[in-house]
């Protein structure tokens, strides 16, 4: 799968963009002229999809949107599309483009973390049939025989390479050790995946594309590059497909046995050894023990001398019969046993985590794994699994951290996420500011209490400072140096005028003019760090007196008697709005932003002052310094019309926002997409 990036990782992406393209028209030129390849091609090429979508991950308490691409295959007249659950498993949105450059939304249907595979279902305006990929014999893939890569690499549509399958029986390599694991919400692939390693050239974005065979079937998914290029083989890919289109998941067996292949000074002639089993697990239930060696399960001989066999094993003992007895000979110390256990179903390891704005976390159940990590007698409690700085959680006292787990707040438990949910609504319905909430929670074997100030005031009004005494003028300090060259005697100091605001050219002032004196009293100003010096002297004096300026201009020095008005508001007193949802901070424009913005003074708008990286307003490019016009045609004269329009549309949940957005000279609409959950 390929990301969004920042300039750098666009230049980069330009150049991998023209070598994926050189290696692509390369295949494709070897296409054109040996008829077996355009053969196989033309049986897979109309099923090949370019995926784009809004991933979400969970970084510091708070849920981060990224746009990516990858690449997906039909396998069904219906529209299923094949798929990496690491494309597509975590999305907000999905948009597929087909091979006639037709775009088609999708929805997930369901996915599968271990086995990183998923299936999105195309929605298309009206119903039809679609044309489909078919599958291949993965068992007859012989190392040597050529197979092509089709995809979407580096979001370029309808590309192929092609290569030789270069191990068939591919996993992480000891060496790499301890980083020699793929793991996705804390499944770890290669336990139950042995790629099919080839040198087609796969680059980010191939993800989720076929490896198809010369035949034009589907022998594998394309998933990972390490040198070779890795795909999860066809048969256990169609396998996962089948039950999530059945079931929306996948059901495994579990007997919580730790397993390793046998060492290398064992005499045992074939088995598996042993390392242990998980407390209360099945495999405990059963009488399993450290340093046994399993030789037959469920009728069936085991042998794992090597870490190639091992994904074999998992896979073996995943389809295992749900809740009946199964037998299991161990030899333990020399003598043959038989045990007997009762397979469960398979739990993910970890739960699906879930933002709470209002508490400034993430947060997710507690599942059988997470709660013996965490030493928990049970599930019941929500896990933290993120807390955003600043956020309300981490203003507290005692701050509330990852891995502590929330038992109650304001004296009713909290079970669950869901639970947490409905209390956090609770709290905050009304839009009635902050409250303070008593959060009990439980910390490496402690019973904790902090009060969190749930929920932050969406409206914020900084209040007004004093109002001062100004001219409405923009100066710069008179230097020895450009003294000398404006003609001006070197010895002279003060301030050169450079602007003179709309509202002050009644003071008669002029660009150029040089001011030396106020009511006689020499405007000392001779370096540029005495640029506020001019602006300190007037705010002395009282709104609406007097004061006589002693100038030059030109040759001329002359006196010129000028009526002090209050100072405008500051960008720093001008009310502000957050919205959550898209992750945008704006405020009321004042009176510098229009100056600085040579906005016209009857244009109104409010000011964008800071878009948070990962939210929807950050994916669809709006940014800092823009000026926001409108909103789905309505316009907007302050932060209290946004925050009204931004109401509306949390409650209507529309597909999309349009806003109408100045940015320097440049007016231009921006479509903020939503991904409602």
């Given at each position: 799968?390929?990301?969004?990036f920042?300039w750098l990782?666009?230049a980069?992406?330009?150049?991998?963009?023209w070598l994926?393209?050189?290696?692509?028209?390369s295949?494709?030129q070897?296409?054109?002229?040996d008829?077996s390849?355009?053969?196989?091609?033309?049986?897979v090429s109309?099923?090949?999809v370019?995926?784009?979508v809004?991933t979400?991950?969970?970084?510091?308490?708070r849920e981060?949107?990224?746009?990516?691409?990858?690449?997906?295959?039909i396998i069904?007249p219906e529209g299923?599309?094949?798929?990496?659950?690491?494309v597509?498993g975590?999305?907000?949105?999905l948009m597929c483009?087909l091979a006639d450059?037709?775009?088609?939304?999708?929805d997930?249907?369901?996915?599968?973390?271990?086995?990183?595979?998923?299936?999105?279902?195309l929605?298309p305006g009206k119903?039809?049939?679609f044309p489909?990929?078919?599958f291949?014999?993965?068992?007859?893939?012989?190392?040597?025989?050529p197979?092509m890569a089709?995809?979407?690499?580096?979001a370029?549509?309808?590309s192929v390479?092609?290569g030789i399958?270069?191990?068939?029986?591919?996993?992480?390599p000891?060496l790499?050790?301890?980083?020699?694991?793929?793991?996705?919400?804390?499944e770890d692939?290669g336990?139950?995946?042995?790629?099919?390693?080839?040198?087609?050239?796969?680059?980010?974005?191939?993800s989720g594309g076929p490896?198809?065979n010369?035949?034009g079937?589907?022998?594998g998914?394309?998933?990972?590059s390490m040198?070779?290029?890795?795909?999860?083989?066809?048969?256990?890919a169609q396998?996962?497909?089948?039950?999530?289109?059945h079931?929306?998941?996948?059901?495994r067996s579990?007997?919580?046995?730790?397993?390793?292949?046998l060492?290398?000074?064992s005499?045992?002639?074939h088995?598996?050894?042993?390392?242990g089993?998980v407390?209360?697990s099945?495999?405990a239930?059963?009488?399993?023990?450290a340093g046994?060696?399993l030789?037959?399960?469920?009728?069936r001989?085991?042998?794992?001398?090597f870490a190639?066999?091992?994904?074999?094993?998992?896979?073996?003992v995943?389809?295992?019969?749900?809740a009946?007895?199964?037998?299991?000979?161990?030899?333990?110390g020399g003598?043959e046993?038989?045990?007997s256990v009762?397979?469960?179903?398979?739990?993910?390891?970890?739960g699906?985590?879930?933002?709470f704005p209002?508490?400034g976390?993430?947060?997710s159940?507690?599942?059988?794994?997470s709660?013996?990590?965490?030493?928990?007698?049970?599930?019941?409690?929500v896990?933290v699994?993120g807390?955003?700085?600043?956020?309300?959680?981490?203003d507290a006292?005692?701050?509330?951290m990852?891995d502590?787990v929330?038992?109650s707040?304001?004296g009713a438990a909290?079970k669950d996420?869901?639970g947490?949910t409905?209390?956090?609504?609770?709290?905050t319905?009304?839009?009635k500011g902050?409250?303070?909430?008593l959060?009990?929670?439980?910390?490496?074997?402690?019973?904790?209490?902090?009060?969190?100030?749930?929920?932050?005031?969406?409206?914020?009004?900084p209040g007004l400072?004093?109002?001062?005494a100004w001219i409405p003028i923009?100066?710069?300090?008179?230097?020895?140096?450009?003294?000398?060259k404006?003609?001006v005697p070197?010895?002279?100091?003060g301030?050169?005028?450079t602007?003179?605001?709309?509202?002050g050219t009644?003071?008669?002032?002029?660009?150029?003019?040089?001011?030396?004196?106020?009511?006689?009293s020499a405007?000392?100003?001779?370096?540029?760090?005495?640029?506020?010096?001019?602006?300190?002297?007037i705010?002395?004096y009282?709104?609406?007196?007097?004061?006589?300026?002693s100038?030059r201009?030109g040759?001329?020095e002359?006196?010129?008697?000028?009526?002090?008005?209050?100072?405008?508001?500051l960008?720093?007193e001008?009310l502000?709005?957050?919205?959550?949802?898209?992750?945008f901070?704006v405020?009321?424009?004042?009176?510098?932003?229009?100056v600085?913005t040579?906005?016209?003074?009857?244009?109104?708008?409010?000011?964008?002052?800071?878009v948070?990286?990962g939210g929807w307003?950050?994916?669809s490019?709006l940014?800092?310094?823009?000026?926001?016009l409108s909103?789905?045609?309505?316009?907007?004269a302050?932060?209290?019309s946004v925050q009204?329009?931004m109401?509306?549309?949390a409650r209507?949940?529309?597909?999309?926002?349009?806003?109408?957005?100045r940015?320097g000279?440049?007016?231009f609409f921006v479509?903020l997409?939503t991904?409602?959950?």
């Amino acid at each position: 799968m390929i990301r969004s990036f920042g300039w750098l990782g666009r230049a980069v992406l330009a150049v991998l963009a023209w070598l994926a393209l050189c290696v692509s028209t390369s295949a494709g030129q070897r296409a054109s002229s040996d008829p077996s390849i355009t053969a196989a091609l033309s049986k897979v090429s109309p099923s090949l999809v370019r995926i784009h979508v809004v991933t979400y991950e969970y970084e510091e308490g708070r849920e981060i949107k990224r746009e990516a691409s990858g690449s997906g295959t039909i396998i069904s007249p219906e529209g299923h599309v094949l798929t990496n659950h690491h494309v597509a498993g975590r999305t907000r949105t999905l948009m597929c483009t087909l091979a006639d450059r037709e775009e088609v939304p999708a929805d997930l249907v369901g996915t599968d973390p271990l086995s990183d595979i998923a299936i999105i279902k195309l929605r298309p305006g009206k119903p039809r049939a679609f044309p489909v990929a078919r599958f291949g014999d993965v068992s007859k893939l012989r190392v040597g025989d050529p197979v092509m890569a089709l995809g979407s690499p580096l979001a370029l549509s309808q590309s192929v390479t092609m290569g030789i399958v270069s191990n068939t029986e591919m996993i992480m390599p000891g060496l790499f050790w301890p980083f020699n694991r793929m793991t996705l919400e804390g499944e770890d692939v290669g336990s139950i995946v042995r790629w099919i390693g080839h040198d087609a050239a796969i680059y980010g974005g191939n993800s989720g594309g076929p490896l198809v065979n010369m035949s034009g079937e589907i022998v594998g998914v394309n998933e990972i590059s390490m040198g070779l290029a890795g795909a999860i083989p066809g048969d256990l890919a169609q396998e996962v497909a089948t039950a999530l289109i059945h079931d929306g998941r996948v059901r495994r067996s579990w007997i919580g046995l730790d397993v390793q292949p046998l060492l290398k000074s064992s005499t045992a002639d074939h088995g598996v050894l042993v390392g242990g089993t998980v407390e209360g697990s099945p495999a405990a239930a059963a009488g399993f023990a450290a340093g046994d060696v399993l030789v037959k399960l469920d009728g069936r001989d085991v042998n794992v001398r090597f870490a190639e066999e091992l994904p074999l094993f998992n896979q073996a003992v995943m389809h295992l019969p749900l809740a009946k007895p199964v037998p299991a000979v161990v030899i333990r110390g020399g003598v043959e046993r038989t045990l007997s256990v009762v397979p469960v179903e398979r739990e993910s390891v970890e739960g699906r985590a879930q933002e709470f704005p209002a508490l400034g976390v993430t947060a997710s159940n507690l599942t059988t794994w997470s709660s013996k990590e965490l030493r928990r007698p049970d599930r019941s409690g929500v896990r933290v699994t993120g807390v955003r700085p600043g956020g309300p959680a981490d203003d507290a006292k005692p701050s509330l951290m990852e891995d502590d787990v929330i038992v109650s707040v304001e004296g009713a438990a909290v079970k669950d996420v869901s639970g947490l949910t409905a209390t956090m609504e609770r709290l905050t319905a009304g839009g009635k500011g902050p409250v303070k909430a008593l959060v009990t929670f439980d910390r490496k074997g402690e019973r904790l209490l902090t009060v969190v100030e749930v929920g932050r005031a969406l409206l914020e009004d900084p209040g007004l400072e004093a109002r001062k005494a100004w001219i409405p003028i923009s100066v710069q300090v008179l230097t020895s140096d450009l003294a000398e060259k404006v003609g001006v005697p070197s010895e002279t100091t003060g301030v050169r005028v450079t602007r003179v605001l709309p509202e002050g050219t009644a003071s008669g002032l002029k660009v150029g003019d040089i001011i030396t004196a106020i009511d006689d009293s020499a405007v000392q100003a001779t370096q540029p760090s005495d640029a506020d010096l001019f602006a300190t002297m007037i705010r002395q004096y009282k709104i609406g007196s007097t004061v006589e300026l002693s100038i030059r201009r030109g040759a001329q020095e002359q006196k010129l008697a000028v009526k002090l008005v209050a100072s405008p508001r500051l960008a720093r007193e001008m009310l502000k709005y957050e919205d959550r949802d898209f992750e945008f901070r704006v405020r009321d424009l004042a009176a510098a932003d229009r100056v600085s913005t040579e906005l016209p003074e009857r244009q109104q708008g409010v000011l964008v002052e800071a878009v948070r990286e990962g939210g929807w307003a950050a994916l669809s490019h709006l940014a800092d310094g823009d000026i926001i016009l409108s909103i789905d045609g309505d316009a907007v004269a302050d932060v209290a019309s946004v925050q009204r329009k931004m109401e509306r549309v949390a409650r209507d949940k529309p597909s999309a926002v349009v806003m109408k957005v100045r940015r320097g000279i440049r007016t231009f609409f921006v479509e903020l997409q939503t991904g409602w959950k």
